[in-house]
């Protein structure tokens, strides 16, 4: 059977909780029954508080037989308090109730001594609203002489004991006088006097006060107190004796004449004087006289919690809100019950065994040093294990909420004495750190192995509730040493110790994921091994169903047992809404071993009547061999199973070089070579097998389920080890280039020569550089094989026989996209047989020609003027000034081109232009005015357009000197010239574009026949290493001639 708790049975209206026996392999709906524990489940002598006890939170199993559940929300009643002490039942193995444990609960102790001092002076109106806040009060408290006793003391300028504390032994003959309670009157407000003589007569044995028993002093007044210089004094001394004070305000006096806000505060901070500490806790206040039924319940509550605490806090709980059973762990020792509410919910673990019960002190679990009270609600006993060590048992707890990061505490138990061994501590805030323990003996040797601590809330990189389980390993002094992170990166928290399900001897784990996939949750099976385990799991158990009808798959999982009965441990896996059983397979041995007949191949011998394609060849025998068993103890004579498996060959080459003689499905079969030998390496047969069926067992997943094996090929002596020894030789046809327009083309010739054992697979292997390109092999019959830069040659093919060469030409063309200085060809034979370190120098060979280039360029110069000559006229004038260049004489533009020949690179270029600028006695001949190029070109003009910057506002005067102009051509050998460079980085239709004015006065006013002006241009190569040099020349003529010329 399978035992399945419902901590939720009940729900809405109650939530009791139990568990239920579900039958195993008894139709597909097995008929769960309900235990009814809450029923069964009693401790004598309490007022007990069922109805949401939560029974099946917590369910173990016990090592004596039978199994432990509880149900940590149990409780029972203290007068009117409610305390949750939780509960738990040992259940037999005959699912019988064998008692019931709350080491938790109290005897309630119901002893107070309550004094209430009332004001009764005149401004309490009406009066009645006291008496029926009394008796409301006094209905919910017990009175008897070993329960609660009520005095009651008036003042207003006097005081009068109204009721001595021993005075009634019954709440109705109390409510009785109370009914009839005058007000005392007066027109002062003395309340020091009240509380004074309160604390020194009405707790009195006189007046019935109970030596031991707690006092309480209850303070109703609604003004300031006319003796508050007393107050105090009045009041250390209450604190000195012991007494708790609740105060209350009552502020109708104050609304109904409108008293200022001032005034109100006042009297409020000087009833929270007279209240105790925290004053959160004792003090109250009300609009009215009227609202003070408002304010019953809540001191009620605060009053009956004082029944069972001591100290002076009502708050103060120890072990009555502890919920144990919270979590549970069994062993041989006794039974660890956690019990997170206990000391304020910061949490403790009880020890139950036969000889009694160890409940930790607050203290023991804390840091003396820790003033930041970081264990404050740290939920201590959230999670418990323990571990078995060579040097006695360790007891491990979690605090999930320690310092909002989490912890897990490792403790000794000598006695009732608790020494922290271990602090374990989380990383990340809100994950809750230590809410899962498990620890687990791997190798079952009766000592533990490791501890998995879990932290279900650990946020992933991608913000989300991710999950983190930390596994730590004891070490020989029993400590737990640095973790490694959870072995699976998919959510998980909830760490479970298996039996052993791979049979291999080690306990396995299961590690529960409860909100994978939107909650619908998934388990994580992890194999052991040498006392840890796996880091990778073997098997993932999604949520079943679509997660509504069963949510948190994974949050409790149990595999120790067999259910079905097939000697195989099976587990069960709970979640929100039901539990799952999943049964184990049997694990299954499979071994396999292939030998080979012939075990090597010789390739000059073909096997005699081997033939494929009409060739002879050389046939391999193969044998595959199988062994299988199962791990299980069941009786397996007849045992019986399918295998499917896979044989490769040559499964090292994407190619193979060996074939199945037929494809036909036996279990013997021939392998043979094929007609292509083509290499030293032996032939690789790689087997892959397993089982065929998923019905069956499974394989044991630590066995190899491929075997790989070799087949030698021989032919290189007796040593069958083949030791070539290659020799290159590359000539290049040419040993320098000028590489022009056309794509020039060269080769280079190949000579590889043998001289020991033949050589297998001899290539012949050419790398170049980027500026030429392959163009074909000669003769056209070779085997050479193109990979962008690389040529790859066979050579001597299937080998390269001994004392053999063989000889080859390679034809390669220039790229002129790639301008390079020089063309590097590496040349390199190998070959698949060894060859000794001393012959390798001659395998390589490294070419380099040095290469230049023609740039193919067009430089042109065209001149635009209007006439093709310039005429000056006898008699021409000049202006005396000149205000713009337009007027200076015509105009002369000059265009320089540069243009490719072919589709290549370019050297970078330098244009220079030249001009003739002054006649021999300085007069201006040509006068620059503008100079644009192409946005690849950059001029240098500097100061040279328009020098004189004549312009409207800079006009400049005209005075030429006569001269006598006989020289026919004006240049610049005897003339001064003026010149400007510009720079052409890459030719691309590049153009300069330059304009001049003739300087007519200059021409009118000197005396010559004819001449010709000479702008001269040279275009000049800036990289000469690496372009043939040039330098092209272009000039211009401008002629002038007076009017007897045409």
């Known amino acids: ?456 809330m650990f946020m992933g990189p991608e913000r989300n509730e991710q999950g983190q389980v930390y596994v730590y390993k004891l070490n020989e002094t029993t400590r737990c040493v640095v973790p490694r992170p959870t072995p699976t990166a998919a959510p998980s928290s909830t760490p479970t110790t298996l039996s052993d399900l791979d049979l291999d001897g080690n306990r396995d784990v299961a590690i529960g994921a409860p909100l994978e996939n939107d909650h619908k949750g998934a388990v994580y099976i992890y194999h052991g091994a040498k006392k840890t385990i796996k880091e990778k799991y073997v098997q993932r158990i999604p949520g079943p169903g679509d997660g509504v009808k069963t949510k948190f798959f994974g949050q409790s999982i149990h595999g120790v047992m067999d259910l079905n009965g097939d000697g195989i441990i099976d587990i069960t896996i709970g979640g929100l809404g039901g539990a799952s059983l999943f049964v184990s397979k049997d694990v299954a041995e499979l071994y396999a071993n292939m030998t080979f007949d012939p075990s090597k191949i010789n390739l000059q011998q073909p096997t005699k009547d081997c033939v494929l394609g009409g060739r002879d060849t050389v046939c391999v025998k193969t044998s595959v061999c199988f062994s299988y068993s199962v791990k299980s103890e069941k009786d397996h004579t007849n045992l019986g199973t399918a295998i499917k498996y896979n044989l490769t060959l040559d499964s090292l080459r994407a190619k193979s070089r060996a074939a199945f003689v037929n494809s036909d499905e036996k279990s013997e079969r021939k392998v043979q070579a094929i007609a292509k030998l083509d290499f030293r390496d032996p032939i690789m047969v790689s087997l892959e097998f397993g089982l065929a069926e998923d019905t069956g067992p499974v394989l044991d997943g630590d066995l190899p389920t491929s075997l790989n094996k070799t087949i030698p090929l021989v032919d290189c002596g007796s040593d069958d080890k083949c030791i070539a020894d290659l020799s290159l030789k590359a000539v290049p046809s040419i040993q320098s280039l000028v590489i022009k327009a056309n794509k020039e083309k060269f080769h280079v010739l190949i000579t590889t020569r043998n001289s020991q054992d033949n050589a297998y697979n001899t290539k012949v292997m050419l790398s170049f550089t980027e500026n030429i390109n392959y163009v074909k092999v000669e003769p056209k019959d070779k085997d050479c094989s193109l990979n962008n830069t690389k040529v790859e040659c066979a050579v001597g093919y299937p080998f390269l026989k001994s004392n053999v060469e063989e000889v080859f030409k390679i034809l390669f063309e220039v790229n002129p996209a790639h301008v390079w200085k020089e063309i590097q060809i590496n040349v390199t034979a190998t070959s698949d047989s060894e060859e000794l370190k001393t012959t390798l120098h001659d395998n390589s060979v490294r070419i380099s020609i040095p290469v230049k280039y023609e740039a193919g360029l067009r430089f042109t110069a065209d001149r635009h003027m209007k006439e093709d000559h310039i005429i000056v006229k006898e008699g021409e004038q000049y202006p005396s000034v000149f205000n713009h260049t337009s007027v ?54 500097r100061d040279l357009i328009n020098p004189l910057k004549i312009n409207h506002n800079n006009m400049h005067t005209i005075n030429p000197k006569k001269e006598t102009l006989s020289v026919f051509l004006v240049g610049c050998k005897d003339h001064p010239c003026k010149s400007f460079d510009c720079s052409i980085p890459q030719v691309n239709n590049s153009q300069v574009n330059v304009t001049f004015r003739v300087w007519k006065p200059t021409f009118i006013k000197a005396e010559f026949p004819s001449l010709h002006m000479i702008v001269h241009a040279t275009l000049e190569n800036l990289n000469t290493d690496l372009f043939a040099g040039f330098f092209k020349r272009r000039s211009i003529e401008d002629m002038e001639n007076d009017d007897m010329k045409d």
């Open 888 to 941: 200076i004489g015509e105009e002369v533009k000059i265009s320089y081109t540069v243009k490719k020949d072919v589709d290549m690179e370019t050297p970078p270029l330098k244009l220079r232009v030249t001009y003739p600028y002054l006649s021999p006695r300085e007069n201006v001949l040509l006068y620059l005015t503008h100079v644009t190029s192409s946005q690849d070109v950059k001029c240098n003009v």
């Open 1 to 456: 059977r399978v035992l399945i708790g419902s901590p939720l049975a009940g729900q809405p209206a109650k939530r009791t909780g139990d568990v239920y026996k579900c039958p195993v392999g008894r139709g597909p709906n097995p008929k769960c029954i309900k235990l009814e524990l809450p029923e069964n489940t009693t401790i004598p002598n309490l007022h007990e508080v069922k109805e949401n006890m939560t029974m099946g939170t917590t369910l173990v199993t016990n090592p004596q037989g039978g199994f432990l559940a509880c149900g940590p929300q149990y409780g029972y009643m203290c007068g009117q308090q409610t305390y949750i002490s939780g509960v738990c039942t040992n259940v037999s193995s005959t699912f019988q109730v064998l008692n019931s444990i709350a080491p938790a609960v109290q005897e309630c102790a119901k002893e107070l001594d309550i004094v209430m001092v009332l004001d009764g002076s005149n401004s309490i109106w009406p009066w009645t609203s006291i008496i029926e806040f009394l008796v409301k009060f006094l209905k919910n408290i017990e009175i008897g002489a070993k329960l609660s006793q009520v005095g009651i003391v008036s003042y207003g300028e006097d005081v009068i004991h109204n009721v001595n504390l021993s005075q009634f032994d019954t709440t109705q003959s109390l409510l009785a006088k109370v009914a009839k309670l005058p007000q005392q009157t007066g027109f002062k407000t003395m309340t020091a006097l009240g509380i004074d003589t309160a604390r020194k007569e009405a707790f009195t044995v006189e007046r019935g006060a109970r030596p031991g028993v707690k006092k309480v002093m209850i303070i109703v007044t609604d003004g300031e107190s006319h003796d508050f210089y007393n107050l105090d004094k009045v009041v250390e001394e209450c604190a000195e004796d012991d007494i708790e004070r609740f105060g209350i305000a009552v502020l109708g006096d104050y609304n109904r004449n409108n008293r200022s806000i001032k005034e109100v505060k006042k009297f409020i901070e000087e009833i929270q004087s007279i209240s105790s500490d925290p004053v959160g806790d004792h003090f109250f206040n009300v609009s009215d006289e009227f609202a003070l039924l408002n304010i019953v319940d809540a001191l009620g509550s605060r009053i009956f919690a004082l029944e069972a605490t001591s100290g002076n806090y009502t708050s103060s709980f120890e072990m009555e809100m502890s919920q144990a059973g919270f979590s549970a762990h069994t062993s041989e020792e006794g039974v660890m019950l956690g019990a997170v509410g206990a000391y304020e919910w910061n949490g403790t673990v009880v020890m139950h065994t036969d000889q009694g019960t160890v409940v930790p002190l607050n203290a023991d679990f804390q840091d003396p040093l820790d003033e930041r009270k970081e264990s404050l609600a740290g939920y201590v006993g959230y999670a418990v294990q323990s571990a078995s060590t060579p040097n006695g048992v360790l007891y491990i707890t979690g605090a999930p909420r320690y310092n909002h990061t989490g912890r897990v505490i490792v403790y000794k138990l000598d006695g009732k004495h608790t020494t922290v061994t271990q602090v374990l501590k989380g990383e990340q805030i809100g994950s809750y750190f230590g809410s899962v323990l498990q620890t687990v003996d791997v190798d079952q040797d009766s000592y533990t192995d490791i501890l998995l601590v879990g932290a279900p």
